[in-house]
């Protein structure tokens, strides 16, 4: 069963634009919610996080936006640039205790961002 | 300073066989968990290793098992691989009381399984 439900599978944007990616969970145990990004031949790394305390986290030109009621977080990333174009995946996790719990993880988007 | 480093980076094995994954975790990281990720899928958790200890199993049988050693370098290890075990292998390490965005993951090793 998945746990972290992920839309859409794939994603193409022009430079310039805005991608959006979105996430949905049923658990509401879940207290941190990050997004993944990931180059062909390299490991995830994390591109940004929040926890459910907050509706909004900007670094940069990415936006986490949280809906603790719908059970749904996204992801925006504004003026889309060539560079962009990568798996993202949406991620959750329970903390236990002062440790990090195991991450469950969307099925990850691929997006293309044409120059 | 070197992140998480994982060997080798691709191997190929036969149904049946035995097969070994290293990973080194990035310096004063000392919690290595290790990640599933079939292709075009998300990683899935196998296992997350503390102290020497197994301290978080995934849904995964028992061929898949592990080890870690006084350093923090740890193994995984799959027997009477199937091919549905083909896969990327990530390595991912921590500070064991951290804040999760520390969590440091390996490029993977790529097991293909015949």
């Known amino acids: 069963q998945q746990q972290v439900k992920q839309s859409p599978q794939s994603l193409i944007v022009q430079k310039g634009g805005i991608s959006i990616i979105n996430c949905a969970y049923e658990?509401?145990?879940?207290?941190?919610f990050p997004w993944y990004q990931q180059f062909p031949g390299k490991g995830p790394a994390l591109l940004i996080a929040i926890r459910p305390d907050v509706s909004e986290k900007k670094e940069g030109r990415f936006t986490i936006s949280f809906n603790k009621s719908a059970k749904q977080f996204s992801l925006h990333i504004m003026d889309s640039q060539p560079g962009d174009s990568a798996t993202y995946f949406c991620?959750?996790?329970?903390?236990?205790?002062?440790?990090?719990?195991?991450?469950?993880f969307g099925r990850g988007t691929q997006l293309t961002v044409w120059p | 300073d070197a992140g998480v480093t994982q060997s080798p980076t691709h191997l190929i094995k036969t149904r049946g066989q035995q097969v070994t994954l290293r990973c080194s975790p990035k310096s004063g990281h000392d919690t290595v968990s290790w990640y599933q990720q079939a292709l075009g899928q998300g990683p899935q958790f196998i296992f997350q290793?503390?102290?020497?200890?197994?301290?978080q199993r995934g849904n995964f049988p028992d061929r898949f098992s592990g080890h870690q050693f006084p350093n923090y370098s740890s193994e995984l290890n799959v027997n009477a691989l199937l091919l549905g075990d083909s896969a990327l292998y990530l390595c991912?390490?921590?500070?064991?009381?951290?804040?999760?965005?520390?969590?440091?993951f390996g490029a993977g090793s790529r097991l293909t399984v015949l």
């Open positions: 658990n509401t145990a879940f207290d941190y």
């Open positions: 991912a390490s921590s500070p064991v009381y951290s804040g999760a965005n520390v969590l440091t």
């Open positions: 290793y503390y102290e020497e200890e197994e301290r």
């Open positions: 991620a959750a996790s329970i903390k236990r205790g002062s440790t990090l719990g195991r991450l469950y």
